[in-house]
């Protein structure tokens, strides 16, 4: 799989779980049901926080942690998140995969990795917290979406909606 077609199936999976965390009330949304972050918002936070992170790493430019409280639904969420999603994919067919990204973490530990494991570690990361997500939706009484990669990899060959 390319890197493009991984990132793809990485905002594909995001957006599809957006939407059905944007029918929440706004007490399911934050309600904590005892997970590593605590309520599904915490945890989009987290997610929109992590890509936004390496979006601006990879680029060597500087950037604030977001804080779940100043994000009190998810639209409010998706206004910040979604540029990144599109300007990363931007990013992914610009850059050279292999180019060596020195950065800080939170802590100041300096790493080095390439784009393109960057990239893959993002999209990984995703799909870990969707799990999550996942199951606080069903604790919540909510079908999460389906988000298979085969499900993804069908829609995109136009074999099934």
Known sequence: MTLLTAWKFHRWALERFLAVCQELEPEA???DLGNSFPSIRDTLVHCFMADHAWFHRVQGLAFTRPEAQNYPSVQSIIDQWQPFLEQWETLITRSSLEQIIVYKTFDGAEFN???E???????NHGSYHRGQIAMMLRL???KPPAT???LYSRISQGQTQ
């Open 140 to 142: 919540l009484g909510h």
């Open 113 to 115: 990795n390439s784009f």
């Open 29 to 31: 949304l934050t309600k």
């Open 148 to 150: 298979d990669w085969i």
């Open 117 to 123: 494991e960057i990239t893959r570690h993002v999209v």
